[in-house]
């Protein structure tokens, strides 16, 4: 460091006081509420529990138990795939709906808006829990079947499994794909088409070749969004899920509400943050975080 | 929430008067797949309020007639409606601690400081970390700690963690927006800190700093897995809910369901008209 940059580091460092005292109560809070608890569930990953309790220790079997069992391995592949599965399929939902909703005149776009909005402001225990007396047996879709004649036995194959889970997880989750999606596509430059138009782009070629490629930066930040709340999700899994839909979420909770095998619910836990730590990271390197959670607007 | 809320009010202003080049054929079917996911979004819903008035023991159809019956269960239920009480009450002290951080932190974030990345990076953290495990680290570090869970310690921490970051990343946005000259005007012309603060930047930002509080009321009114995790004796609507479904479907559910719905809905509604207000204010 030249003596010139340090210098000026050194005023900057003088001038920061006022900056850190207005944002010491909350820097406080969240070391000690959020990066303090953090460290603690790392340290007690290594920790031993028995039926008298968790004991701190330094021992790695918690971690063996995981990666030598396929069980855990496999659950967390799965998880891993539900979560880029209905990452792929609200994408595929949400973004004829952003661009329709970019192409919207008049009065029309915020009422719409609004309408895409009022659902996701219930709790999501509510949202998933709306889609049982829809698709279980005496559910809606059941009734509405045998009441047409077209089957003669309600169909089981609707619920419980794992793609309830992804009607679950994209009903409740895809406002986050969509609103990225819709900004980018709103601040898209109309004369950027109407030049594609001009020079004998056809509207499919305009749409792959300009729209599409200009939303990208709404795309990564939806995908990133989705993704997160997909992984760790256990509401969703837990209610539509069944046996075979369970996910990663509900084997680490199950270890704190049920087994009490804190020290290795732990090491679950620091497997799943590992994982979504190193997926944000990546993915952060494409875009800034701050604009990934500020629906692409940051 | 709150933040795709703030985003897609600019648009509320802003869209009216864009032309844009229509494509015939391809807004047809744009418009016939819009109205599709309408229906998958507000299809549920409407079948959930449908359900609440049935005349039925079984939670489902057919539907044998209309009642109210099960509003009555609900509201006649003490654990509810002290669940209600308690979630309400929640709300608005979690609200009113996140929005203040989040206003003193916004605030700092107008300066330029040594670490402010740091700093945002960790104002993110609870959002990055994935829900449930936003519940166990408090979980284990209550537990280690030997403090007891109850509404307004564990759960209010919990609420208070994972309200933060919507409210900073809702306020910040129109902090950042406020004109410094106005501030410094107010400088120049002999006003101190404090009256700065208290005479130009809060009655300007007062609106923004509304709809915060609403928003936040919301996410907390709404939050389930964290709380799962902390909660005590005293329980919130959502964990109350969340019982009455995995232990039995009991009847009355989509009643409950249809309430739940009606008080954020309102309380967003709410906040989504101050924001406009801010939003309109500011431009």
């Known amino acids: ?298 | 929430m709150s933040v795709l809320a703030a985003t897609a009010l600019d648009d509320v202003g802003s869209a009216a008067q864009r032309p844009r080049r229509s494509l015939n054929g391809w807004s047809i079917a744009l418009f016939i797949y819009a109205t599709a996911f309408y229906l998958f979004l507000y299809g549920p819903i409407a079948i959930i309020v449908l359900l609440s008035f049935n005349n039925s023991e079984v939670t489902g159809l057919p539907f044998r007639g209309a009642t109210t019956h099960w509003y009555e269960v609900v509201f006649a239920r003490p654990d509810l409606m002290s669940a209600l009480f308690n979630s309400i009450a929640l709300g608005f002290i979690s609200a009113a601690i996140a929005t203040a951080m989040a206003f003193f932190l916004g605030l700092s974030f107008r300066r330029d400081y040594v670490g402010q990345q740091l700093v945002l990076g960790l104002v993110l953290l609870p959002i990055i970390l994935p829900g449930i495990l936003g519940g166990i680290v408090l979980l284990i570090f209550f537990g280690y700690l030997g403090i007891r869970p109850g509404l307004y310690t564990t759960v209010l921490v919990a609420h208070v963690n994972w309200v933060l970051p919507f409210a900073f990343l809702t306020l910040n946005g129109r902090l950042q927006g406020l004109d410094r000259a106005v501030e410094e005007a107010a400088m120049d012309l002999g006003a101190r800190t404090h009256q700065v603060m208290l005479r130009v930047v809060l009655p300007i930002i007062r609106p923004a700093l509304v709809a915060t509080l609403l928003f936040s009321f919301s996410l907390s009114f709404d939050e389930f897995i964290r709380t799962l995790f902390v909660m005590g004796y005293d329980r919130t609507v959502p964990v109350v809910l969340w019982s009455a479904i995995v232990d039995r479907l009991a009847p009355e559910l989509p009643a409950m369901a249809v309430i739940t719905i009606l008080i954020s809905t309102a309380g967003s509604l709410c906040g989504f008209a101050f924001a406009a207000r801010a939003s309109k204010r500011q431009a």
């Open chain 1, 1 to 298: 460091m030249s003596l010139a940059v340090r210098s000026a580091f050194r005023q900057r460092l003088a001038a920061s006081g006022p900056g850190w005292a207005l944002a010491s109560p909350a820097v406080v809070w969240l070391i000690v509420f959020s990066v303090l608890p953090i460290g603690l569930m790392v340290a007690m990953s290594f920790w031993k529990s028995t039926i008298y309790g968790t004991r701190p220790d330094f021992i790695f079997d918690n971690y063996r138990r995981i990666f030598a069992n396929s069980l855990y391995v496999n659950q967390l592949l799965s998880t891993l795939r539900i979560a880029v599965s209905a990452t792929i399929i609200s994408l595929l939902v949400s973004y004829p709906i952003a661009l329709m909703l970019s192409r919207l005149k008049g009065a029309f776009r915020p009422g719409f808006l609004l309408l895409l909005f009022i659902p996701f402001w219930s709790s999501y225990v509510v949202r998933t829990f709306v889609w049982l007396p829809i698709l279980g047996r005496n559910g809606a879709i059941n009734q509405f079947l045998l009441w047409l004649g077209v089957v003669d036995q309600p169909l089981d194959f609707l619920l419980y499994n794992e793609g309830a889970v992804l009607l679950g997880l994209v009903y409740v989750f895809t406002l986050f794909m969509t609103l990225p999606i819709y900004v980018t596509l709103d601040k898209l430059d109309p004369a950027l088409l109407e030049a594609a138009n001009d020079l004998g782009a056809r509207p499919l070629q305009a749409f792959a070749r300009v729209i599409v490629p200009l939303s990208l930066p709404g795309v990564m930040s939806g995908s990133i969004m989705v993704f997160l709340l997909a992984v760790g999700v256990y509401v969703t899994p837990q209610l539509l899920g069944g046996p075979s839909g369970l996910m990663f979420g509900n084997i680490i909770a199950a270890q704190f509400l049920s087994d009490n095998n804190w020290a290795f619910g732990s090491a679950l836990a620091v497997v799943m943050m590992v994982v979504v730590l190193s997926v944000i990271l990546s993915a952060g390197r494409l875009v800034g975080l701050q604009q990934a959670f500020s629906g692409g607007h940051g």
